[in-house]
């Protein structure tokens, strides 16, 4: 063939996408027709299948083509349609991408990062002018070099070298027709594939750069990257990286004394001047040293709707509102405030409590939101599972076996930072969520109950019971909340 019809056939080349199992997963075929998949101390029931199922299940080692099974029109292909999206379901599957001419090399892993991820192709045709997104970026993973994104539902691992190139020019908006003119173009079905994950994305205008108001919505454009990156990868539901108290480095070096050694130097001794202080009785001093944890609740006597008003009143209320700014006597453009009984950055008060309910005598389980403003429970109307799982992850951020009496979920509406602050927006919001939880502690001592901060936070499960784009408003913390068991563990 011509040098110059091979550049053709190189160009023209289909993508394939294979599924195969993203660790060691043994699967068991019983003679039921049950499929079981076993990982590490874990197993999941997977349904019965048939025969034909369950010989074309060992090509899931290798890697099974999507396509083979795509058309659905045979009971085995929406069989195996069925099976391979409940192992994905249950994070089991990466998906290999190549090319048709050579299915042995491997151009690219897709690798999820949540569980309802499904590879798709965005519609893209040669006349397309498509950019990277800016919270696109390629990382040293190890020995790899990775593609992500925080709005994205996967991570895409490059094996071959000259595809990070053609990403690395996607830095400006290019043509499709012109970029498969390139060396290594990884054909459009790649490009595709990466659309869908928001990692690119088309542009119209011919002037049009791919600037924040061309990605996304107003709620989008108040994002700076770090941020963005910074709350999906410090919170559940929107990555598949190792989460919690781990002890990941505990082989490698030990961990740090929990009081810090001294400055060498003189010291000065307070402590005759704290003993005198202390005699006073100070009621606030009182509560301080009272303040624990509470990860065991008695649920033979649950807290009361009263205690729970009054715990919210005393705590996350809407006090007053005043609007400042737009004229000669302020500086800044109009903007609204409100004044709560916790301090918050530049008096922004973002935060919003979201009240997974299981016991609160007078109040029936459930999912709310209080309005701050009113002093009242929105209940709010998610699926029972949501709820269950809520509880389940709290119990596991706990290390406890029953459910919270009340579990808070605080939540941020991020634009109402970020639309004042640049480059320390989050970090604010964090600010904010540790100030207003050391006020629940403080409130539910005095109260005599017990509450509990937990670490973990499912941004991507709470967007699917408020039906809210994690961008627009997500889990920052969570608290929870009930009358304390007379066999308290407390850490903190």
Request: glycine content about 8%; overall charge neutral.
């Amino acid at each position: 063939m011509h040098a110059s019809g091979i550049k053709k056939a190189r160009r023209t080349l289909l993508t394939t996408v294979s599924a195969r199992l993203s660790r060691p997963v043994k699967l068991e075929l019983r003679p039921d027709g049950k499929i079981v998949a076993s990982f590490e101390e874990h197993s999941v029931s997977l349904g019965t299948f048939s025969s034909g199922v369950a010989d074309r299940v060992r090509d899931l080692h290798a890697g099974l083509p999507l396509a083979s099974f795509a058309s659905g029109r045979r009971r085995i292909d929406q069989e195996l349609d069925l099976l391979l999206r409940r192992l994905a379901r249950h994070g089991l599957l990466e998906y290999r991408v190549g090319c048709s001419q050579n299915d042995d090399e491997e151009q690219v892993i897709i690798e999820p990062q949540m569980a309802n991820y499904w590879p798709r192709e965005s519609q893209l045709g040669d006349a397309d002018v498509v950019v990277l997104s800016r919270f696109a970026y390629m990382r040293r993973r190890g020995n790899e070099m990775v593609l992500e994104s925080p709005r994205s539902g996967a991570l895409f691992k490059i094996c071959d070298p000259k595809v990070a190139t053609i990403i690395a020019m996607l830095a400006e908006p290019q043509k499709i027709k012109q970029l498969r003119r390139q060396d290594g173009f990884p054909g459009i079905g790649l490009l595709a594939l990466l659309a869908d994950c928001q990692i690119l994305f088309k542009i119209n205008a011919a002037g049009d750069s791919g600037r924040r108001p061309t990605e996304g919505d107003g709620d989008l454009v108040l994002w700076d990257f770090h941020d963005l990156v910074f709350h999906t990868r410090a919170t559940a539901g929107r990555q598949a990286n190792p989460l919690g108290g781990l002890y990941r480095y505990a082989d490698l070096t030990p961990p740090l004394p929990a009081v810090r050694p001294g400055w060498p130097g003189k010291s000065i001794d307070l402590s005759k001047f704290s003993a005198a202080l202390a005699q006073t009785n100070s009621p606030i001093a009182k509560l301080l040293r009272k303040r624990h944890s509470t990860r065991i609740f008695d649920d033979q006597h649950p807290i009361t709707l009263t205690e729970l008003s009054q715990f919210l009143d005393t705590t996350a209320r809407v006090l007053s509102t005043s609007k400042t700014g737009g004229d000669l006597n302020h500086d800044g453009p109009a903007v609204e405030y409100a004044v709560r009984p916790y301090p918050s950055a530049g008096s922004s008060y973002e935060l919003e409590l979201y009240l997974a309910v299981d016991k609160c005598e007078g109040l029936a389980r459930g999912f709310y939101h209080y309005d701050a403003g009113g002093h009242a429970l929105v209940p709010i109307d998610a699926h029972p599972h949501e709820l269950e799982a809520l509880f389940g992850e709290s119990k596991f951020a706990m290390g406890v076996s029953a459910s919270p009496q009340i579990l808070i979920t605080i939540t941020a509406r991020f634009g109402r930072v970020s639309w004042k602050y640049s480059s320390i927006a989050y970090a604010l919001i964090l600010k904010d969520v540790g100030v207003l939880t050391q006020t629940f502690y403080m409130a539910a001592t005095d109260m005599g109950l017990g509450g509990c901060a937990t670490g973990i936070a499912n941004i991507d499960l709470f967007a699917k019971m408020t039906g809210i784009e994690f961008h627009v408003e997500g889990p920052v913390g969570q608290f929870a909340i009930g009358r304390e068991s007379s066999a308290f563990d407390s850490h903190s």
